[in-house]
């Protein structure tokens, strides 16, 4: 489940029976295997993993073990999506260009509105887009490092949805 947040959104996603360290073994394969830019936690960083998409943002996965009420390990994830420094500054540049538009030439406004519309649509389309890859990644990882069954069957019912919590 997401929500939608002023600088970032993110979503948080439980596993039963699943391994952190293989989950991030997969994610850190299809990450590199895609062409993202990878930051692996070195032990003093305050993530797991963390996925750039070249300019436009970036996502930052962090993981943990628990139980739930009846004693069955869960693996947490929470996967927080932030734009990119250059977003914040080109979207505030946008701004600061209507504004000066609005007082010097009123006429032209709407073309700098469009203008910073435009830039807004391609950063919110790109995040999107990232969005829906990070999810597909994280859920394909879980598929591929999950436990399975006597009889090799994966186990249905194995994802969660949390409220996400910041």
């Known amino acids: 489940m997401r929500q939608a ?33 990878l930051q692996i936690d070195d032990g003093w960083r305050s993530f797991d993993l963390k996925i750039t998409l070249s300019i436009w ?32 500054l080109l979207l505030s540049g946008d701004a600061a260009l209507i504004a000066l538009t609005i007082f010097t030439r009123p006429s032209q406004a709407s073309l700098s509105a469009a203008f910073g519309l435009f830039g807004l649509g391609i950063a919110t389309r790109q995040m999107l887009a990232f969005t829906h890859a990070v999810q597909t990644m994280i859920d394909l990882a879980a598929r591929q490092s999950a436990l399975t069954d006597h009889n090799g069957v994966q186990k249905d019912g194995n994802r969660l949805y949390l409220p996400c919590v910041t």
């Not at 039963?16 to 295997?33: C, F, G, N, P, Q």
């Open 5 to 37: 947040q002023w600088r970032a959104s993110c979503f948080n996603l439980a596993y039963r029976s699943a391994k952190k360290e293989a989950l991030l073994d997969s994610l850190v394969r299809m990450a590199t295997a895609r062409g993202y830019l």
């Open 57 to 88: 943002g970036h996502a930052v996965i962090l993981t943990a073990n628990a139980r739930d009420q009846n004693e069955r390990d869960l693996l947490l994830i929470r996967c927080t999506l932030l734009f990119s420094r250059w977003i914040w």
